[in-house]
């Protein structure tokens, strides 16, 4: 018999900040990860997809979509670090926030949320119509 794996939901912004927090901790150049998750809101799999300088990050759009289908996911949520401890977005964050995600819809795939982590964090669903 099969033991069932307890898989963990990351609904809440909150929650998804306590959880990876610990990964960007100290870290000087911004990183940008996608949770891929499955039909029933559990991870899947998180995966690092770009590694920016100092100030900025790049949302990687085929490698993104490309994990999506290989790992079957339905939805993904991004989450990237400001290594100045600010997690408000700047104008390149929301910009490609929002292409990102009328790309994401196209393609029959959910962008459940993009949180950027500083000191606190910042939820683009909670702020932004666009996710």
Do not use: C
């Not at 939901?9 to 990860?33: A, G, T, V």
């Not at 799999?45 to 490309?66: A, E, H, Q, T």
């Not at 400001?82 to 962008?111: C, N, R, W, Y």
């Amino acid at each position: 018999m099969r033991r069932k794996i307890d898989k963990k939901k990351f609904i809440n912004p909150k929650d998804i900040f306590y959880e990876f927090s610990p990964y960007f901790s100290d870290l000087k150049q911004e990183h940008l990860y996608a949770l891929y998750i499955d039909t029933k809101g559990h991870l899947i799999k998180r995966k690092l997809i770009s590694i920016g300088n100092i100030n900025s990050s790049l949302i990687d759009d085929k490698m993104i979509i490309k994990w999506a289908y290989k790992l079957s996911a339905s939805a993904i949520i991004l989450i990237h670090n400001h290594p100045s401890g600010d997690p408000h977005p700047s104008i390149q964050d929301l910009e490609m926030t929002k292409k990102f995600a009328k790309i994401v819809k196209e393609l029959g795939f959910v962008l459940l949320d993009h949180i950027i982590i500083g000191n606190d964090y910042y939820s683009m669903k909670i702020h932004h119509n666009f996710i």
